[in-house]
């Protein structure tokens, strides 16, 4: 994995949208970071006055190319509008979900049969 500068993170994530247009799924995940990549040993003692600056670890995965960065608490409103800006210029070619109420009165479903046979006033006596 790839650890990049935020502009440039956003500056290839656009690539990445470009490449999935024809084919792919993009994924992108978006965690808080303490700045460990080791796992914290148990014995250790947190002490809940030091001032802890968490981060945002931002990832993004086409196939088998994956890129990240590190997004800290002060750059997270220019990373956030300029991310904002990258996703709504790139998803402009998503295809529309069809929604299970339009298909079940298409198909004729009930919601009593699709709930497993449950009928409330079959059990009511």
Excluded at 18 to 47: A, L, N
Excluded at 49 to 77: D, M, W
């Amino acid at each position: 994995m790839t650890l990049l500068e935020n502009d440039q993170f956003l500056a290839d994530l656009a690539k990445l949208f470009q490449k999935g247009r024809s084919s792919g799924v993009i994924v992108i995940t978006m965690k808080r970071y303490d700045g460990r990549t080791k796992p914290k040993p148990k014995t250790e003692v947190v002490h809940p006055h030091q001032p802890v600056e968490y981060k945002c670890l931002f990832r993004a995965k086409i196939g088998n190319k994956k890129i990240s960065t590190v997004v800290t608490a002060k750059e997270v409103n220019k990373f956030q509008l300029a991310y904002a800006n990258v996703l709504k210029a790139n998803m402009d070619a998503l295809k529309k979900r069809e929604r299970r109420a339009a298909k079940e009165k298409r198909v004729g479903v009930s919601s009593s049969s699709r709930a497993g046979g449950f009928d409330a006033q079959a059990w009511t006596t």
